[in-house]
Each structure stands twice: as C-alpha cells, then as structure tokens.
C-alpha cells in the first residue's frame, strides 16, 4: 500500500506538525519515535517530495506547507463521512469532541450537563484539554474536534460559527485565613512576606500580566514558591490557606468569592482582557446534536457569567 493513501499516516503527520518534533509526537501518537520516523519517511517516498527538514523544531518543505493544510482538508472529509454515515438516520445520537480550557467542563458545565444527558442520553461529549489562542484550529491530538471553547474572537474566522460567552476577568485571590496570617498585601514590596502558587513553569510576566513597575519576572518577589500540575489542586491550596493563586479565572472562584471563602486582590498586577468564545466547526455545525449541544451550552454559560458579572459589580471588581 503507497502510504500516500494511508490515512493514519497522514494523521501522525499533522500530529509531528502540531508539536514540532518526532520525539515530542511519540506520546501523541502512541507510537516509539522510530516508528513515526520510518512512517514518515515512507509517506515521503510514496509521495516523491520531502515534507520537513529533519531538525529540532521541524522546518516544513515548501511542499510540506502546503502539504498540512491538504492534509488537513482530507482528514476532515473523512471523518465528517464516518459521522454522517453513523447518525444518517439517528441525528440525535452519537460523539460531540469538544476542546475545552482545562477544568473547564468540571468547574462550569457539570451540574447543567447532568440534566442535559437526562435528555439526549444517546449524545455522548468527548472532551480534551485546549490551550491554544486564535487562528483556531480544530484538528488537535490526531481527532477534529466539532467545537472549542478559548480566547476570540477569531478574525479568521466566520462569525456565523463563533459566539461571544463571556469576559474573562482575571486576578490573584488568596483566602481569608492565609490573609489573616500574613496579612494583606498592598505593593509589590509587600510579596517578600508571602507565598505564591503558580502552575509548573508558569512565571508572571509583563504582556500578559502587566505590573506597574515593568518588572518581567516578580516570582523572586516572593518569599516562596509552590507550583501545581493541575489547576483544579491550585484553586484547592488557594482555598486552604496556603498562599495566594497567581491569577485565576473569576468566573471559576465567584462562588468562593460570594461566600467569603477567597479574597480578590486585584491591586497586586493585573491581566489582559481576554474574552471567552465558543466556536463551530463549520462541518459539523450542520449536524442536529451539535446545534443542541451549542444551545445548551450558551444558555448555560449565559447563566453562569450573569452571576459572575453582578457578583464583580457587586465586589467592585470591574
């Protein structure tokens, strides 16, 4: 078989593209390095042109640019034919893939999805974590996802496939009890009495954290450090006492907010203004279950960051 016409090999391709390197794309793909590089070689051959210059970040070939859009095209069709073919007559049944913020679909959506899965049981949402800013770019992890939820809007993009959720008004919170023991910090020289809790390898700095002094590293501010792997244990340190989080999503802490539970500090630095969407895959925008599963979750973010926004009007956090 020409491996030209292989599918799958295709698929590792645009995986080795996504991340920049064989041994980066060994643990997406399930693959050992060897044998992405002997598939990739061979999809070479079959095709007669180089895709990539072999080095660390990959270079693309001028043939491989337009090689990963081409890719990218083929791979769609094929699995917009496998879900058609599957839901022809059952439109309300079958896999939503879904690329959500981390935590996202756990701190927000859960308590509405449970009723909504009463509803349409035969809908089954497939969820993955997405990170990445606009151009949006719904092929990631080897599946094409039907919709992400991130940062917009995307200017590349039809807006007749992309909706405005909400704001996303970020700053550092700490609880009650840890302010009580350390006291409230007011300016940056006060941060040398205190512990910041960060994720691994995520470092304040200027762009996206703007600090009045211009300062592009304040981490050494502080007197100690914790990082965390998952944002759900950050928010979990921040709400027993041990320091305060480096800037969290408001609409994932109003509630802790509104009770007491965490303090805003919003003094302390602040963050560019960055505005959740969610946004459709055009292909699959036609299907009946994904226009079901778009209204539910407008209408239950809509819900959600109503209460936020009166809860930051209310806090004066605006």
Request: neutral net charge; proline residues 8%; aromatic residues 12%.
């Given at each position: 078989m020409l491996r030209h016409n292989d599918l799958k090999a295709w698929r590792i391709f645009l995986d080795v593209i996504q991340v920049g390197s064989i041994s980066a794309a060994s643990e997406l793909c399930q693959m050992e390095p060897s044998n992405i590089s002997r598939t990739l070689t061979a999809l070479e051959k079959s095709l007669g042109q180089k895709l990539f210059l072999r080095q660390n970040p990959i270079k693309l070939t001028t043939y491989g640019t337009r090689a990963v859009r081409l890719a990218q095209n083929i791979i769609d069709a094929?699995?917009?034919?496998?879900?058609?073919?599957?839901?022809?007559?059952?439109?309300?049944?079958?896999?939503?893939?879904?690329?959500?913020?981390?935590?996202?679909?756990?701190?927000?959506?859960?308590?509405?999805?449970?009723?909504?899965?009463?509803?349409?049981?035969?809908?089954?949402?497939?969820?993955?974590?997405?990170?990445?800013?606009?151009?949006?770019?719904?092929?990631?992890?080897?599946?094409?996802?039907?919709?992400?939820?991130?940062?917009?809007?995307?200017?590349?993009?039809?807006?007749?496939?992309?909706?405005?959720?909400?704001?996303?008004?970020?700053?550092?919170?700490?609880?009650?009890?840890?302010?009580?023991?350390?006291?409230?910090?007011?300016?940056?020289?006060?941060?040398?009495?205190?512990?910041?809790?960060?994720?691994?390898?995520?470092?304040?700095?200027?762009?996206?954290?703007?600090v009045d002094t211009g300062e592009h590293d304040i981490v050494l501010r502080f007197a100690k450090k914790i990082s965390f792997s998952s944002p759900t244990s950050l928010k979990e340190a921040a709400l027993l006492g041990g320091g305060i989080h480096h800037g969290i999503p408001v609409i994932y802490c109003y509630k802790e907010l509104e009770r007491g539970e965490l303090v805003a500090l919003p003094g302390l630095w602040k963050f560019q203004p960055l505005d959740y969407y969610l946004f459709i895959r055009k292909e699959s925008a036609e299907l009946q279950r994904v226009q079901v599963f778009k209204q539910f979750l407008l209408d239950s973010l809509k819900e959600e960051f109503q209460l936020c926004g009166e809860l930051c009007e209310k806090l004066g956090l605006k």
């Open positions: 094929h699995d917009q034919l496998v879900i058609l073919g599957g839901t022809q007559n059952q439109t309300l049944q079958g896999p939503i893939r879904c690329g959500l913020p981390p935590s996202f679909f756990d701190r927000l959506l859960l308590r509405h999805y449970l009723d909504f899965n009463k509803k349409y049981p035969g809908i089954q949402i497939q969820t993955q974590d997405f990170r990445k800013p606009a151009p949006i770019e719904f092929y990631q992890k080897g599946n094409m996802l039907d919709l992400v939820i991130g940062y917009g809007p995307d200017p590349e993009m039809d807006r007749a496939f992309q909706y405005r959720l909400g704001e996303c008004l970020r700053m550092p919170v700490a609880s009650p009890a840890y302010l009580e023991k350390y006291g409230t910090p007011k300016k940056l020289s006060d941060l040398k009495n205190h512990i910041l809790l960060d994720r691994d390898n995520a470092l304040i700095y200027t762009g996206d954290y703007f």
